[in-house]
């Protein structure tokens, strides 16, 4: 064993957990977009319900307004 061999296995040692670490940061990169994307489409869908929930309500309150119309009427009916 030669002076260079234990700096050659440092050096390899090294190079090996460089490339890991290269890796990692690349499927995190990945797992970070995904995520990111998984947000978007979690708040558009978010958005979009909110925006049917607002409509069935104003739908809702012009049932309701024809509803109490039409009992004023029926009372003015069976009152008359």
Known sequence: MTASEPEFDTLSN??????????????LRQ???AALSEASAAKAEAERLAG??????????QVRTRIEK???QIDQLSGG
Do not use: F, H, N, P
């Not at 090294?14 to 499927?27: N, P, S, Y």
């Not at 049917?52 to 309150?61: F, G, I, N, T």
């Open 31 to 33: 797992e970070r977009d």
């Open 52 to 61: 049917e929930v607002k409509s069935l309500q104003a739908e809702r309150k």
């Open 14 to 27: 090294l190079e090996e957990r460089v490339q890991l670490a290269i890796q990692l940061v690349g499927r």
């Open 70 to 72: 039409l009992l004023g």
